[in-house]
T-cell receptor
């Protein structure tokens, strides 16, 4: 079983609030990813990191930001949430990268912005 | 731009039936192809990884095939069980422009009825 955790699992907030979605893994993986998934739709990569102090934007433009100060943590922040940010956010990690097949996902954070 | 299509979008079968899920992709220059399982409200679990040089991979009752030249993959599930009910996602990986890209399909929602 993968040791990657996301909090909160569910969050309902009002427009304009600042939120941080937490992602932690205990496997010592260097590579971490954030995906966004709307119901019935594809996953889209919004951020990734190859290690401490490394962050890159993914394919899907996102108003969120990420940080990687410690290997085990990869939090995602929205400074001012809007209804268009309503979605499920999935965090994943890998030791060597997705091309090895070892990509471990958290259970997701479902965000609803009113 | 790589696009991944999964047909059908949903499938309902009686327990014990053998079934095939389909995945097609537009650009055959892929690094690998993966099949994932996603249970409702959960993250993804990797099922099978097929490298571009391989034709198929097997794990228990699951068999995945890859035909790069035609841009197609199938996931065969033998003797389906109610516990197989989930959404199955196909994802192709390529290294366009030197950066990792894992492109997902929208998934096939499978329901196995007792």
């Amino acid at each position: 079983e993968a040791d990657i955790y996301q909090t909160p699992r569910y969050l309902v907030i009002g427009t304009g609030k600042k939120i941080t979605l937490e992602c932690s893994q205990t496997m010592g993986h260097d590579k971490m990813y954030w995906y966004q998934q709307d119901p019935g739709m594809e996953l889209h990569l919004i951020h990734y990191s190859y290690g401490v102090n490394s962050t890159e934007k993914g394919d899907l433009s996102s108003e969120s930001t990420v940080s990687r100060i410690r290997t085990e943590h990869f939090p995602l922040t929205l400074e001012s949430a809007r209804p268009s940010h309503t979605s499920q956010y999935l965090c994943a990690s890998s030791e060597l990268g997705w091309y090895t097949g070892e990509l471990f996902f958290g259970e997701g954070s479902r965000l609803t912005v009113l | 731009k790589q696009e991944v299509t999964q047909i059908p979008a949903a499938l309902s079968v009686p327990e014990g039936e053998n079934l095939v899920l389909n995945c097609s992709f537009t650009d055959s220059a892929i690094y690998n192809l993966q099949w994932f399982r996603q249970d409702p409200g959960k993250g993804l679990t990797s099922l099978l990884l097929i490298q571009s040089s391989q034709r198929e991979q097997t794990s228990g009752r699951l068999n995945a095939s890859l035909d790069k030249s035609s841009g197609r993959s199938t996931l065969y599930i033998a003797a389906s069980q109610p516990g197989d009910s989930a959404t199955y996602l196909c994802a192709v990986g390529d290294l366009q422009g030197g950066s990792e890209k894992l492109v997902f399909g929208k998934g096939t929602k499978l329901t196995v009825n007792p």
